[in-house]
């Protein structure tokens, strides 16, 4: 089937997804339903973002999530939305949110073999000024003991990043692009409103080997780790500019296509970094490395980090080979 203005085939993420699984025997079709619940939710989400000025969903609700931040209306509705679509996915076991203190334990039974992390939507400050902000979510699968009869649900939640077997994020920007992995290369859909559905727009997406810009909030440079300001100024000496959106998707979206480097720093009011691992850097690692960049937290490997709780916090850099090897000749030794 191709659209009449341009000759490529229309291939939505559903068909996208399910030509994948026939070239991998033993995927079950359980993926693609799974993914669907992800899809439908950030369709709800994005027609709200999109109306968001004329709807009751701006601003600020009067309730304070456990990360001690106001709840933005939407926050909670996209939060809603996600625990909905997903929750009537049979094989989705135990669902985490950044909206929520604890994870929800939907069946404990086998069947239901995978956890999803999310952040609903995230850049919060942004949606009342009309800035791209995102979903970001990640897929684990739970561990045997947490399925067995009388076993914790939530044993084994805490799994290192390299342990996800799909990450992806979905940016309400100029267009609203979906972007994920399974492991097998990046690949982005951009949802077409007159069919309502995504379609592949991005396949095999790679980070450029260099780029020309780097991201960070400069407010805080004084409160950086002395090294933070030193490579910042030898980018600066190399012509770099500067771009900061403020939504980790956005910028994150722009590192990926475009190249460079992105770094949230540890800071005095976060000495571990703001952005957290298990929905926010795990996720946006994994489709770094597998587009060909590589993340961490300015030691480690975000993949290789071992989570203490749900929402813990995490420094970020991440970008692309040139501006990593640059950032760990920064490195205190
Ligand atoms: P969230 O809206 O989900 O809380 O995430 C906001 C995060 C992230 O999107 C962004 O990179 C970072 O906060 C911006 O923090 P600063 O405003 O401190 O720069
Ligand atoms: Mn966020
Ligand atoms: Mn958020």
Redesign the pocket.
């Known amino acids: 089937m191709t659209d009449s203005m341009d000759q490529r085939p229309i291939i939505t993420v559903q068909q996208y997804i399910l030509r994948e699984q026939q070239n991998f025997p033993g995927v079950s079709g359980e993926f693609s339903w799974l993914l669907s619940g992800i899809t439908l939710a950030t369709k709800m989400i994005q027609a709200k973002v999109r109306r968001a000025g004329l709807s009751d969903i701006l601003g600020a609700e009067a309730t304070v999530n456990v990360?001690g931040?106001v709840q933005q209306r939407l926050?909670l509705y996209a939060n809603s939305a996600l625990l909905h679509c997903l929750g009537v996915r049979d094989s989705v076991g135990v669902l985490a949110s950044?909206e929520n203190d604890k994870p929800i334990v939907l069946r404990a039974s086998a069947g239901a073999k995978y956890a999803i992390v999310f952040?609903p939507?995230?850049?919060?400050?942004n949606i009342d000024v009309n800035v791209s902000?995102g979903t970001i979510f990640s897929i684990l699968r739970r561990t045997e003991a947490s399925m067995v009869e009388g076993g914790d649900p939530l044993e084994g939640l805490l799994q290192p990043g390299y342990k996800q077997i799909a990450a992806g994020y979905v940016v309400y920007g100029s267009s609203t692009i979906l972007v994920y992995t399974t492991g097998r290369g990046v690949h982005g859909f951009t949802l077409d409103p007159s069919v309502g559905a995504y379609v592949l727009s991005h396949e095999h997406i790679r980070m450029p080997e260099k780029g020309k810009y780097y991201s960070i909030?400069e407010?805080?440079r004084d409160t950086f780790p002395g090294h933070y300001g030193q490579y910042i100024d030898s980018l600066r000496q190399q012509k770099y500019a500067s771009r900061?959106v403020?939504?980790?998707?956005a910028?994150f979206h722009r590192t990926l296509l475009k190249g460079g480097v992105f770094l949230?720093p540890p800071t005095t009011d976060h000495p571990h970094g703001?952005?957290r691992l298990l929905y926010?850097a795990n996720p946006v690692a994994f489709i770094a490395e597998q587009a060909g960049g590589s993340a961490t937290n300015g030691t480690t490997r975000i993949l290789d980090v071992q989570p203490d709780s749900i929402h813990q916090r995490t420094p970020l850099i991440l970008g692309s080979q040139y501006e990593m090897s640059q950032f760990a000749k920064f490195q205190p030794k």
């Open positions: 990360q931040e926050d950044e952040d939507l995230d850049g919060s400050s902000v909030n407010a805080y900061y403020g939504s980790l998707v910028d949230y703001k952005l926010e």
